[in-house]
């Protein structure tokens, strides 16, 4: 738990000194700069596990209803919603707000 801690700490500062620099970067676009590098490590994970095998000989979208969209899109606007937050408020008061 400790080393949870510290890593999410230290993304956090490296976060938010990337959003609130001099350059005035959009948190949309970071926020997709990170999908970027969650899907590559997804695509990695998907090749090599056995849940990826049973992905790619069902399908993914297999056994999907519409409820299942519910909380694809709560954390969809939800990793938007932190992403200003962090540039608006800063990291330690993001903890408090969420």
Do not use: H
């Not at 990826?52 to 399908?59: A, F, H, L």
């Not at 939800?78 to 008061?93: H, Q």
């Amino acid at each position: 738990i400790m080393l949870a801690s510290f890593l999410s700490g230290l993304a956090g500062a490296i976060t938010q000194k990337s959003l609130q620099s001099g350059s005035g970067r959009n948190a949309l676009l970071f926020t997709m700069e990170l999908c970027v590098a969650s899907i590559l490590i997804l695509l990695v994970s998907f090749a090599t596990s056995e849940g990826g095998k049973k992905i790619r000989e069902r399908g993914f979208f297999d056994q999907w209803t519409l409820l299942t969209l519910v909380p694809v899109l709560t954390n969809s606007a939800g990793g938007i919603l932190v992403g200003l937050v962090i540039k608006y408020a800063g990291t330690i008061r993001k903890g408090f707000a969420l």
